[in-house]
């Protein structure tokens, strides 16, 4: 029994050091990404930046695309751990990740179709696909991948706080994070729907 009791515990160790390894990975792709994306996407012209900066896109793109892994790895490596103590929610927590990270990707392929459209010739309606692109990417990373993730987060935090597998204080403040992040998607995500580079130009 001591012996089997020192294993799942080395396994538990293991499990944290790369839950930790993959959230400190996570949280500094998800500060580089915007850095990287956003003087593009936010530009006035943003066509024209696309078209100056292709080597910035293309990182930015290998930044969301890793950020997707990202966000598909960390439940995978967590399940076994959460499953043993409650299937629904540790499933619940690996498909809204999974989720996710689809929704990483649409924005990452936003981002391909934007460099793309950047690379040919200026013409008519050219604005307007680059701000139709823009807002797709918008949408599926900042409201829908950010809403997966709250409700994942949401499901890690009741199994830790009614298993004691992390300090209550630690499970208190991750609910309370993900219910002010909650609140601030609604105050938010009419104003991301609303933003177009039209009336960005027409200012």
């Known amino acids: 029994m001591r012996g089997t009791a020192a ?7 293991r499990t944290a050091l790369v839950v930790g390894i993959l959230l400190i990975v996570g949280v ?3 500060v580089a990404t915007p850095a990287v994306l956003s003087p593009i996407l936010n530009a006035h012209d943003r066509l024209g930046a696309a078209r100056a900066h292709p080597t910035r896109m293309e990182w930015g793109v290998l930044l969301q ?7 598909i790895a960390i439940p995978v490596v967590m399940y076994p751990m ?3 103590r409650n299937v629904a929610l540790a499933t619940a927590a690996v498909v809204f990740r999974v989720l996710e990270a689809m929704f990483y990707g649409v ?7 934007l460099l793309r459209i950047g690379a040919d010739a200026v013409g008519a309606g050219k604005h307007e696909a680059a701000d139709a692109v ?8 900042f409201i829908l991948g950010v809403w997966s993730f709250c409700i994942a987060a949401t499901a ?12 209550r204080w630690m499970t208190t403040w ?10 601030g998607l609604l105050a938010c995500d009419s104003r991301l729907l609303r933003d177009s580079g039209a009336e960005r130009r027409a200012a």
Request: hydrophobic share 55%; net charge positive.
């Open 7 to 13: 294993i799942e515990l080395a396994a538990s160790r």
């Open 28 to 30: 500094a792709l998800g």
């Open 65 to 71: 695309v890793l950020t997707a892994i990202g966000a």
């Open 82 to 84: 959460l499953s043993i």
């Open 107 to 113: 924005s990452a392929l936003s981002s391909c179709a």
């Open 134 to 141: 823009v807002a797709v990417g918008n949408a599926s990373n």
């Open 156 to 167: 890690y935090y009741v199994v830790f706080a009614r298993y004691c597998l992390v300090p």
């Open 174 to 183: 991750g609910l309370v994070g993900v219910a002010g992040g909650s609140t």
